[in-house]
């Protein structure tokens, strides 16, 4: 029904710059929220950053003013803009979307992309 696929993810050394993409495809008018979410070993994953269809955008406090996410709804895709990156960015970036409008209909669900590795060493 929905597929994610991401993008961008990467080795980037500490204070450098990453850009990830997620683009969803299937029959498809729009999403309420999309969003990043991450998971680091041994950790649960955890929210980074969403933005609703709106334009509003929530960010964990570990990531404000260093990341941005923006969406472009004509193509159904969201972005996360990632700077200053610290050591312990180094995560599986997911895409996550959910509350999708399609041909007239609403589906509440969320659905995942498979994961991009984001790894920041020096």
């Known amino acids: 029904q929905v597929q994610l696929v991401e993008s961008g993810g990467g080795l980037v050394q500490p204070g450098g710059s990453l850009r990830l993409s997620c683009a969803a495809s299937g029959s498809i008018d729009s999403f309420y929220v999309m969003g990043w979410y991450r998971q680091a070993p041994g950790k649960q994953r955890e929210s980074v950053a969403t933005i609703i269809s709106d334009g509003r955008t929530n960010y964990a406090d570990s990531v404000k003013g260093r990341f941005t996410i923006s969406r472009d709804n004509a193509k159904n895709t969201v972005y996360l803009q990632m700077n200053s990156l610290k050591l312990e960015d180094t995560a599986v970036y997911y895409c996550?979307?959910?509350?999708?409008?399609?041909?007239?209909?609403?589906?509440?669900?969320?659905?995942w992309g498979q994961g991009t590795q984001v790894t920041v060493s020096s």
């Open positions: 996550n979307v959910a509350g999708l409008y399609y041909s007239g209909s609403y589906d509440p669900n969320q659905f």
